[in-house]
């Protein structure tokens, strides 16, 4: 076994910490993290491979490459030939400079992070994002059908979008265990979203007085597939448990509104 794969006198090889550094990214991430981690890993090492290097080889050699290889387009690419975005390019480097982090600091070796001086480009965050006019956003959401149940559905989870600004992946992602019931006479919903870097987002909802406000709509549409408890008044708004989404899929909806008990 030579230099470029051994990594200690064990033997330890670049494959198994890989592999490590692989289910590292899945537990504080997710399992898509580890699947975009996974990818841009192999096509680093199979282009490294056409040179015979890999990952533990000349440090000045592995940084050049990466610099030329994070600005490549897929064979498929529908832009052939033009730079990557500024943020893919980092992103790239970040993803490949993270290894070798994670061998610094897990098997406290004396290695070279050759990405780290790898130039970076500058990012102009939502440079391309053009805002949408008030109008065509209103417009837009008065244009949905709300007599039937796919549309206060539609209705309800597009206001809590524009209203709160979250992800889609973030907003899909509500649980009934999320929502929870606030105030008595001007009732608002807390929505706790499970962001990216397994972080939560608590955000409160317009109260009900309002027939479109996100809080009136979740409540008509018959969206959430829990509410409140029976029990004592103090005890009948309580933090929901229920793991099912408060999105209702169309093909799950029948002709009658199941509202949650209470409301």
């Known amino acids: ?17 890989v592999a490590e550094w692989l289910t590292q990214k899945e537990t504080i991430g997710s ?13 680093f090492r199979a282009l490294l491979a056409q040179g015979s290097l890999d ?4 440090p000045i050699d592995i940084a050049r490459i990466a610099a030329l290889w994070a600005n ?41 992070n050759p990405i780290k ?25 008065e244009g949905i059908d709300r007599t039937s ?10 206001a809590v979008a524009l209203y709160t600004g979250r992800r889609a992946s973030e907003l899909a992602g509500l649980r009934g265990r999320d929502v929870k019931l606030q105030g008595r006479t001007q009732v608002r919903i807390q929505l706790t979203f499970h962001c990216k870097g397994n972080k939560d987002w608590i955000t409160c909802t317009h109260t009900m007085g309002s027939s479109s ?33 408060i999105w ?4 799950s909806m029948r002709c009658d509104i199941r509202l949650p008990s209470g409301w």
């Open 1 to 17: 076994m030579n230099a470029e794969t051994a990594l200690t006198s064990a033997h330890l090889t670049i494959d198994s910490a």
């Open 149 to 158: 149940l796919q549309g206060l559905r539609d209705y309800a989870l597009l």
């Open 213 to 245: 406000s996100p809080c009136q709509m979740m409540r008509r549409s018959g969206c959430l597939t829990a509410g409140r408890t029976k029990g004592r008044r103090s005890a009948r708004r309580r933090s929901v448990t229920s793991a099912q989404p």
């Open 72 to 112: 490549m387009r897929e064979v498929n690419s529908r832009r052939p030939g033009q730079d990557v975005s500024p943020a893919m390019y980092n992103q790239r480097l970040a993803i490949l400079s993270s290894f070798y982090t994670f061998v610094q600091e897990t098997y406290k070796l004396d290695i070279p």
């Open 248 to 251: 209702i899929p169309a093909k």
């Open 31 to 43: 399992k898509r993290t580890r699947a975009e981690y996974q990818e841009t890993m192999r096509r």
């Open 117 to 141: 001086d790898v130039k970076k480009r500058k990012v102009q965050a939502y440079a391309a994002a053009l805002p949408i006019a008030p109008e065509t956003v209103e417009n837009g959401l």
């Open 55 to 58: 990952l533990l080889s000349n």
